[in-house]
């Protein structure tokens, strides 16, 4: 909770005008019956939601389902049950600046009509940069690397969606955390890559290198 109410209060900080604010909460216990959080840290991230976004649209889930299926269910939302044309995540432990929406949506509308991007995000090319090889580089795009704070569109979630839902029905019945024990490291190989690790972040990695796409950062 102290990480979330950081960020909560980051995001409050960016113009929101024109947003709508989702909340996703995963639960305590795996379907295992695995405890991997404590009951008054999930009921105090829900409470500090109720109090910097009262107005946010909460989906809490009773199990812990893990981060892949949390991001499935969470994508369907947007762009399955209410057709969002564009969507921005973030966790629960990137905090922004006043501007970084700004940044995202300036980004999105820039690169709107290029078919070879897929995600973008805002938080620079490598967080350990120097404040002046920042400035000299401030008109520049680099590969994106975390999926921190990024943005995704519809229209390319739509095309990635295919080869996603591979990955998310080999998963689907284990626990997140032991998926490398699945059948993943086979499918990633059967796609041509050399096995790094089973996240959902890197299946969605793999799925934007296969359709050709690059993800991209300020």
């Given at each position: 909770p102290?990480?979330?109410?950081q960020v909560l209060?980051s995001?409050?900080?960016?113009?929101?005008?024109d947003?709508d604010v989702y909340f996703?909460q995963?639960?305590?216990?795996?379907?295992?019956?695995k405890?991997v959080?404590?009951?008054?840290?999930i009921?105090e991230?829900?409470?500090?939601?109720n109090t910097?976004f009262?107005n946010?649209?909460k989906i809490?889930?009773?199990?812990n389902i893990?981060?892949a299926l949390?991001?499935?269910?969470a994508?369907?939302?947007?762009f399955?049950?209410?057709?969002?044309?564009?969507?921005?995540f973030?966790?629960?432990?990137?905090?922004?600046?006043?501007?970084?929406?700004?940044?995202?949506?300036?980004?999105?509308?820039?690169?709107?009509d290029?078919?070879?991007?897929?995600l973008?995000?805002?938080?620079?090319?490598?967080?350990?940069?120097s404040l002046?090889?920042?400035w000299?580089?401030?008109?520049k795009?680099a590969?994106?690397?975390?999926?921190?704070?990024?943005g995704?569109?519809?229209?390319?979630?739509?095309?990635?969606?295919?080869?996603?839902e591979?990955?998310?029905?080999?998963?689907?019945g284990?626990?997140y955390?032991e998926?490398?024990k699945g059948?993943?490291?086979?499918?990633l190989?059967?796609?041509g890559f050399r096995?790094?690790?089973?996240?959902q972040?890197?299946a969605?990695q793999?799925?934007a290198?296969?359709?050709?796409?690059?993800?991209?950062t300020c």
């Open positions: 102290h990480y979330l109410k209060e995001l409050l900080k960016n113009d929101l005008s947003i996703f995963d639960g305590a216990v795996t379907l295992s019956g405890r959080a404590e009951d008054k840290d009921e991230c829900i409470n500090l939601c910097y009262p946010a649209t809490i889930q009773k199990d893990g981060t949390q991001y499935d269910i994508e369907k939302t947007f399955v049950s209410n057709q969002y044309e564009r969507a921005i973030f966790e629960d432990d990137l905090v922004v600046l006043p501007n970084y929406i700004k940044n995202l949506k300036y980004i999105f509308d820039k690169y709107k290029d078919d070879r991007i897929s973008i995000s805002a938080y620079g090319e490598a967080w350990d940069n002046s090889k920042q000299e580089n401030s008109q795009i590969p994106m690397e975390h999926h921190w704070g990024f995704i569109t519809r229209k390319f979630w739509e095309k990635r969606q295919p080869i996603v591979e990955y998310l029905e080999l998963i689907r284990i626990e955390r998926s490398n059948k993943v490291p086979e499918w190989k059967n796609y096995y790094s690790c089973c996240s972040d890197f969605k793999v799925a290198l296969k359709l050709n796409k690059v993800r991209i």
